[in-house]
């Protein structure tokens, strides 16, 4: 057994330890809560299974021996008179609405990349998530900071929120979309630090549980795609990459998210540009210009103006490469980057 094997082995048991853990906690929360509210409402564990448990399995819920479905903590909740999510998760529906409304507005900044608005948005609401101790929630936080901090160059810190979102999700309320929606983060996280195999490992996971499931996913396998096309150009598996980013083309373009047609227009672009297509590069380019000028999309404006130049140097237009670096350079300025203006 290799090391990679042997780590990727006991990473594996690691997750599945912690999932067994962190369902048997959720277990034993929820059967304390269950026995206070009882004792609270003067009943014995034989007076609320009623006819239709017997006192054993409320016993057993008490204790944490077993979880009951969702259709049996509606009908406890019922018995005791409770809001039923309350006794599932300790906190109410009128409290999990507040914590709702809360992560959406981070959401909301996070997709208009006002990232040091959002983060302090993350940051504000992470005890109040916790509180509420349901997986789903937390994982939407973690996710969502995750990506700010890797916009902000803080990947090793991105990859900590993500394992910790990966091992959640890995828990039965979660869909396989949730799922590769985590590690399609993580991949992204590990393509940054130039971890390109165990990326490439991330996105084939990914994809698969985006493929099997049948909840609508174009937009997610359209990233995954162009992600992994980006792992297979940093190999300079040319042809692996061009396949990628074609299928993932194919989904972005019967799609009404701009943001995601013009990534992949511009991996595309670069990838022509390798070929040697530099007719086919510069349109590319050209689309995924128009795309982030609507998007108000500086920084990435800037750096496909660099590209263009480059390319319409190539095909002999001397003129046009250099208006189009004069303006590389002058949005990578602009925008605070020092490193493209270089």
């Known amino acids: 057994m290799t090391l990679t094997t042997q780590y990727m082995s006991d990473s594996t048991a690691t997750r599945q330890q912690q999932k067994r853990a962190s369902v048997a906690q959720a277990g034993l929360r929820l059967g304390e809560r269950l026995r206070q509210l009882r004792v609270a409402a003067g009943m014995t564990q034989t007076d609320l299974a009623g006819e239709r448990f017997s006192k054993e399995y409320v016993s057993q819920i008490e204790r944490g021996k077993t979880r009951p479905t969702r259709e049996t903590v509606d009908w406890l909740a019922w018995r005791l008179g409770v809001d039923a999510a309350f006794l599932a998760n300790g906190v109410s529906a009128d409290e999990r609405g507040r914590v709702d409304s809360a992560l959406a507005r981070a959401d909301a900044l996070l997709e208009a990349r006002r990232n040091d608005e959002a983060l302090t948005e993350f940051e504000a609401i992470r005890a109040a998530v916790l509180a509420t101790g349901m997986p789903e929630l937390e994982v939407r936080a973690l996710s969502g900071e995750?990506?700010?901090?890797?916009?902000?160059?803080?990947?090793?810190?991105?990859?900590?929120?993500?394992?910790?979102?990966?091992?959640?999700?890995?828990?039965?309320?979660?869909?396989?979309?949730?799922?590769?929606?985590?590690?399609?983060?993580?991949?992204?996280?590990?393509?940054?630090?130039?971890?390109?195999?165990?990326?490439?490992?991330?996105?084939?996971?990914?994809?698969?549980?985006?493929?099997?499931?049948?909840?609508?996913?174009?937009?997610?396998?359209?990233?995954?795609?162009?992600?992994?096309?980006?792992?297979?150009?940093?190999?300079?598996?040319?042809?692996?990459?061009?396949?990628?980013?074609?299928?993932?083309?194919?989904?972005?373009?019967?799609?009404?998210?701009?943001?995601?047609?013009?990534?992949?227009?511009?991996?595309?672009?670069?990838?022509?540009?390798?070929?040697?297509?530099?007719?086919?590069?510069?349109?590319?380019?050209?689309?995924?210009?128009?795309?982030?000028?609507?998007?108000?999309?500086?920084?990435?404006?800037?750096?496909?103006?660099?590209?263009?130049?480059?390319?319409?140097?190539?095909?002999g237009n001397a003129s046009e490469a250099v208006r189009y670096l004069k303006d590389a350079f002058a949005t990578a300025l602009e925008v605070g980057s020092e490193s493209d203006a270089a």
């Open 146 to 315: 995750a990506t700010i901090r890797m916009r902000r160059g803080e990947v090793r810190e991105a990859i900590t929120l993500l394992e910790r979102a990966r091992a959640l999700s890995e828990g039965a309320p979660f869909s396989d979309i949730e799922r590769s929606d985590v590690l399609f983060r993580l991949g992204v996280a590990r393509y940054k630090i130039s971890s390109i195999q165990t990326a490439i490992s991330l996105f084939d996971e990914a994809l698969k549980l985006a493929e099997r499931s049948e909840i609508p996913s174009d937009q997610l396998r359209s990233n995954i795609l162009a992600w992994r096309s980006r792992c297979y150009r940093r190999r300079r598996d040319l042809e692996a990459a061009r396949e990628d980013v074609e299928r993932a083309l194919e989904l972005a373009e019967g799609l009404n998210d701009k943001r995601t047609a013009a990534d992949v227009y511009f991996q595309a672009s670069i990838i022509a540009d390798r070929e040697g297509h530099w007719v086919l590069a510069r349109t590319y380019a050209e689309r995924a210009k128009a795309a982030y000028e609507e998007l108000s999309d500086r920084g990435n404006l800037g750096r496909l103006l660099n590209n263009l130049g480059g390319i319409n140097f190539l095909l």
